[in-house]
Structure formats: C-alpha cells, structure tokens
C-alpha cells in the first residue's frame, strides 16, 4: 500500500512538471499591461532575438489575443522568403509568405511575395505563437517565422533549386526532452497499476 502511494504520488508529480513546462514553453509573451513596458518574452524568444523588446512599436488586443506591433523594412524577397529588419534594432526575421498572400499597407493591397527592398509594413506578434500577422491590422492568419535573425553581414541563403523540390525547414527545437518526460509519466502509472494489481491479488 505505501508501494502504491508513493508511485501514485510520483506520477502526479512528473504530471504536474509535464504541465508546468509545457505552459511555461507556449506562447510568445505575456502581458501585464497594454504598453511595450509590460510585454515579458519568453526566454526561447529572446535568446533568438535579444533586442525584441527594443523593437515594440506598440501593444494592441484584437478578437480576444493580444499583439506586439512592430514596424519592418523589406531586406530581401527571394524564394527563400521575405526578410524584414526590425525597426528600433539591427535584428532581422525570415517569414515565407504564400504565393497569394496579400498585405494591406496604407490602404493599399500588396501581394507579400511581391514586395520590393526598402518598403515598410507593419506586422504583428501575437502572445499565442512566435509568428507574424502582415498588414494595418493584426489578423488570425499568422507567418511563421522560420528561422534565427542573420548575423551583420551575412549572406541572404540560397534560393530553393530549380527543380522545385521544396526547401526543408530548419528545425529550431527537439523533442526528445517531451518524450522523456512522457516516457517516465508512463513508466510511473505503469508501476502503479502493477502494485495495486498485485494488491488485489494477494487480497
């Protein structure tokens, strides 16, 4: 019987944890107020981009969420993606916009993939998802942002080939550290049902 309460108690445990981490891993800030000033980044967000809170232009709520506004000018438009520099930062996103995707800027439409060097537009960030919603207004329809900011200098990354096989996606994170922790949820429910199995055997 303490068999079984200690393994019981050590399932809730790795539950609790499990559930602890994965809130703390969802999302891309929180927000205690409606200025830059209460915005928190979420600490994956700023080891990719140290300087983001520099960047807030403003904080806005549309439909329930809330977005971080920010204002970026068009580096590069290639089939890798559309790269914008951060105003406010030397900072620097890559998003891949479909083909038909449209911006509205200035009361003007424009389709993301036609968009030339120097022009700026506004997106947005919402606290749920680390990915840009392009145009005036932020929108549900979110980009993600694909891969860590360039380094000064360094070269736009080579277009897609030519035979249109389609350009893998970097991968920014492993899963592995979840399925440990899963695997060691499992393992402890399993001892569970084992004690309290032979319990009732023996009773």
């Known amino acids: ?3 079984l309460r200690y393994a019981l108690m050590g ?9 602890a981490a994965l809130a703390q891993a969802a999302g891309s ?11 928190t980044w979420k600490p994956e967000v700023l080891a990719k981009y140290p300087h983001v809170s520099d960047a807030c232009q403003g904080v806005v709520q549309k439909g329930g ?7 970026g000018t068009v580096q590069n438009n290639s089939p890798v993606g559309l790269r ?28 993301a993939r036609e968009m030339e060097p120097g022009q700026e537009l506004t997106f947005y960030v919402p606290s749920t998802r680390f990915a840009a919603s392009l145009g005036d207004e932020p929108e549900p329809e979110v980009i993600d942002i694909i891969e860590l900011p360039a380094a000064p200098g360094m070269a736009e990354p080579a277009p897609a080939p030519a035979s249109g096989a389609a350009a893998s996606l970097p991968k920014t994170a492993s899963n592995l550290p979840w399925l440990a922790v899963l695997g060691a949820l499992l393992a402890l429910c399993g001892l569970a049902m084992t004690l309290l199995r032979r319990r009732r055997v023996r009773a």
Do not use: H, N, W
């Open 29 to 39: 800030f929180s927000a205690s107020g409606t200025t830059c000033r209460d915005i």
């Open 84 to 111: 914008m520099k951060f105003k406010g930062t030397d900072e620097s996103v890559l998003i891949k916009p479909t083909s038909s995707q449209q911006v509205a800027i200035g009361g003007q439409t424009f389709k």
């Open 1 to 3: 019987m303490v068999k």
């Open 65 to 71: 969420e809330t977005y971080v506004k920010f204002v």
């Open 11 to 19: 399932s809730l445990v790795v539950v609790g944890a499990l559930g």
